[in-house]
């Protein structure tokens, strides 16, 4: 039930296009969901985050859609550009607990 | 300034010897954290510190030991070194434990047993 799935695990797309990554979590009690960006050699930082009394956010090309009665959320990133290639990790979370965090996803833009 | 350094950056060592990974945060924050990152990129918690307090152990083999002298730091030590430790080591930290709390990790730590 702490669990937290995410797909696709890699993804390739063209400069321009707009990737899509989902995830999906099990426990209700779950109330913030980040998303956490990971470039090579680095370690991951907090990209954008989202509570379930919305159903989306936009933090410039990067939006957040959730879905609180299928229990998923997913990461859409517009005008993709080869700088955002990096590992993306969904992660939930709830007060005084750890972090879940999903698999990752590598995504590449290719220019 | 880095808000969460951890040193060394690199480290390669041979089967059965043990060693150390310091980390500090001049964030102020109460809660730090040790993640493990394998080869295939995922991120599994194995410490979390709040205050000095360990708070969550996840099940992680007791070869490894976490020791906080104070609030800003939080060391990891590893004995007996296994050639399956072998993986990135992120220590991390946020102002409180869960919610809608930020965590920031440092630039992660390579350890390589060989």
């Known amino acids: 039930q702490q669990q937290v799935k995410q797909s696709p695990q890699s993804l390739i797309v063209q400069k321009g296009g707009i990737p899509i990554i989902n995830c999906a979590y099990e426990n209700t009690a779950f109330d913030y969901f980040p998303w956490y960006q990971q470039f090579p050699g680095k370690g991951p930082a907090l990209l954008i985050a989202?509570?379930?009394?919305?159903s989306e956010k936009k933090e410039g090309r990067f939006t957040i859609s959730f879905n609180k009665s299928a229990k998923q959320f997913s990461l859409h990133i517009m005008d993709s550009q080869p700088g955002d290639s990096a590992t993306y990790f969904c992660a939930a979370s709830k007060r005084g607990q750890n972090f879940v965090f999903g698999p990752g996803t590598r995504l590449s833009v290719l220019p | 300034d880095t808000a969460v350094s951890q040193t060394p950056k690199y480290l390669v060592t041979q089967m059965g010897n043990d060693k150390s990974i310091k980390c500090e945060q001049n964030l102020g924050h109460d809660t730090m954290y040790w993640y493990k990152q394998d080869s295939k990129k995922f991120l599994k918690i194995m410490f979390s510190?709040?205050?000095?307090?360990?708070?969550i152990n996840e099940t992680v083999p007791n070869r490894f030991s976490p020791k906080s002298p104070d609030k800003a730091h939080l060391n990891l030590h590893i004995n007996s070194l296994e050639l399956g430790d072998s993986a990135v080591y992120f220590c991390?930290?946020?102002?409180?434990?869960?919610?809608?709390?930020?965590?920031?990790f440092g630039e992660g730590s390579w350890l390589t047993v060989v």
């Open positions: 991390a930290s946020s102002f409180s434990l869960g919610g809608g709390n930020t965590i920031y």
């Open positions: 989202i509570r379930p009394d919305v």
């Open positions: 510190y709040n205050n000095k307090e360990l708070i």
